[in-house]
């Protein structure tokens, strides 16, 4: 098309006909969004999450979410083998990388997540949860009046989230509501990574419907554009068939040109 | 069955994992003799197989074929009608090619003209060639190596499982138990050996192998046994699960079982936790231990080494300084100490120790004594002492164990039960280089009977 133009070199010799920058930009943009959407649908999702967790740790704190993501939404063998992948990629432990380069309050508490190999049996001991819950209780409320630990630091609520198996930590929640007047959620407001771990370990159906809403609003930032992308795309691994499929509408409406057809491809894709 | 580039590179992925399942993650190491097209068969479910196993090389285990998500499947029949189908269109002309390489392999892709169903790989020949000589090589020394420092014996020709179910059930039945005979069968085989009687005898006779122990026999001897019997994930959970209880709790078992195994034996037992325990062995060591043992042994049996050899120097350095200040100002159960222990491959912690004696002067576990009496500073010890040389650990522990009045029954049988297939010869040699004595004669002096007998059967003692 822009080859049959003639005119183009306009009257001075110097200026031609150049494409709008931000034209430029723009298609660059979406071709990225197109191209990021279609190779991580095609890894192996092992090696799909051994590199989603290097590209988290290493644009820093405001990235740490997605390793929490991954590390709680995924089954005990399926973070195993993303564990593996690291391995082979990387030629370290995620494990290690995380303990040295994470520096702040976070630190144990992502190292341990990621280090988790849950039971997943249905079995679950009701004496211990009491206990449990009355001891994330008593370390989220301690929180809040002495501001210089944060409880994602405490030793107890480590072991208890990072150990217990999915199921068991549900019980831990129900017991929760009981002894405080609100839900476990409500009570971590304060700490983000905190509350989306509970999130993410029980009611990730939560954490991904708000992912999903932040990510198609109108003043959507970047990052919050590249969740869609990721959270399209690893769909497979994780329930969230029924989530995305609510978002379709939204996507037609809010996203354009082969970047949403790609999503809206792999989302068909996935319904077969 | 359209295939296009991408779904050939996806086929070459899942072919790659599986042959690295293969060498890395399969015991023993399963070395393919002929990857080529014609052994990698795609069903018609997209499913990727690899065949061809029949004549593999250094499998001890019956041949297998892949699935690909890297679950074991089953073995194709020879005359699988895939098989002929591949064979059948194997003769159609190459009309496009590329090269095409992925970490390091090389493959040409070839693209047949003819009917749309079916698959054309080809390896470049001086890939498969290369594979062959560097692989097959490569196992069978490790295979050779691992063999020398276990003090198992196993006859070179073994009788088949049922002959041996059928002598073990013997031995069991009439007036007592013919602990000789048990002996002689279940000393001598390893584990797969192992494994494959206890399923085989449990179809014959209706009933596990191990309960039959059980009824049979009491005491140190049994114990020993029924250690012995177990598949050594299995063993390792039981011997985890005991430490975690109160009146046996220990945490130096679950240190040494955290630290002397693989990652990914240590990864076995925990998945056998699991199986028998039905709950994790983290939750368990979270829920029964506390303080700054807790803090060190839960990343320990949480952990998942990378394996490799890979050393950074600068790495090395910079964690020898830092393990420097905070045992200099004694905050031994810091929380950058016990990453560096709990996270760090092997190969790793070795260079940052060598260098930390190198800047020093002092062995790590030598400014660490500052208090005898400290029991934390003790499990830490042991614990470098674990992960750089276990032999000299389980030297001390056997000495520890046999010098007591009373012998410590426990220890001694947890040693060779749990080292005889990997690493006893090397810690016997040990024990005869600083106590001047061998290994076998100071069992002798210090146990008596069948259990003192399949003692010396495991730690590979031979009757003169």
Known sequence: M??????????????????????????????????????????????????????????????????????????????????????????????????????????????????????????????????????????????????????????????????????????????????????????????????????????????????????????????????????????????????????????KERVKGAYKDVLLGVLADDRK | MKLGWIKRINVMKVVLYALSYMHHDFSPPIVHPDISSKNILLDLDNEVHISGLWHCQASKTHPTSIKSNGAVYGVPKEDNFLTRTLWELDREVAVSSRTFTWQNWEFTWTRHSGPDRHVYLSLSSAVQNCYHSLFSLQIQKEIKEEEEMATLTVPTTVPSVSEDCEQLRKAFSGWGTNEGLIIDI??????????????????????????????????????????????????????????????????????????????????????????????????????????????????????YRYEGEEVNMTLAKTEAKLLHEKISDKAYSDDDVIRVLATRSKAQINATLNHYKNEYGNDINKDLKADPKDEFLALLRSTVKCLVYPEKYFEKVLRLAINRRGTDEGALTRVVCTRAEVDLKIIADEYQRRNSVPLTRAIVKDTHGDYEKLLLVLAGHVEN
């Open chain 2, 186 to 303: 279940l000393g001598h085989r390893n584990a797969e050996q192992r494994n494959l009687i206890r399923k085989t005898y449990a179809e014959t006779y209706g009933e596990d192998l191990l309960k039959a122990l059980d009824k049979e026999l009491s005491n140190d001897f049994e114990r020993l046994l029924l250690l012995w019997a177990l598949d050594p994930a299995e063993r390792d959970a039981l011997l985890a699960n005991e430490a975690t209880k109160r009146w046996t709790s220990s945490n130096q078992v679950l240190m040494e079982i955290a630290c002397t195994r693989s990652a990914n034996q240590l990864l076995h037992a925990r998945q056998a936790y699991h199986a028998r325990y039905k709950k994790s062995l983290e939750e368990d060591v979270a829920h029964h231990t506390t303080g700054d043992f807790r803090k060190l042994l839960l990343p320990l049996v949480s952990s």
């Open chain 1, 2 to 251: 822009r080859k049959g133009c003639s005119k183009f070199f306009l009257e001075d010799e110097r200026q031609f006909e150049r494409w709008n920058d931000s034209a430029i930009k723009s298609l660059k943009a979406e071709f990225k969004l197109f191209k990021d959407v279609v190779v991580l649908s095609l890894m192996h999702p092992w090696e799909r999450d051994a590199r989603l967790l290097k590209k988290a740790w290493k644009k820093g704190p405001p990235h740490y979410n997605v390793i929490v993501e991954i590390a709680c939404t995924r089954s005990s063998d399926q973070l195993l083998g993303a564990r593996k992948a690291y391995h082979s990629l990387f030629d370290r432990s995620i494990e290690e990388d995380l303990a040295s380069h994470v520096k702040g309050s976070e630190r144990k508490l992502l190292v341990a997540l990621v280090s988790a190999y849950r039971y997943e049996g249905p079995k679950v001991k009701e004496d211990a949860a009491k206990s449990e819950a009355k001891a994330l209780l008593n370390a989220i409320k301690n929180n809040n009046g002495d501001h210089k630990k944060k409880a994602m630091e405490e030793d107890e609520v480590i072991w208890i989230l990072t150990t217990r198996s999915k199921p068991h930590l549900k019980v831990v929640y129900e017991q929760y509501k009981k002894i405080s007047a609100k839900t476990i959620t409500e009570d971590l407001e304060v700490e983000l990574l905190l509350k989306e771990t509970v999130e993410c370990l029980c009611t990730p159906q939560t954490y991904f419907t708000r992912v999903f809403d932040t990510a198609l609003r109108e003043d959507a930032k970047e990052d919050a554009k590249k969740a869609l992308t990721r959270l399209v795309a690893t769909q497979e691994d994780v329930d969230l068939k029924g989530i995305a499929a609510k978002f379709e509408d939204k996507i």
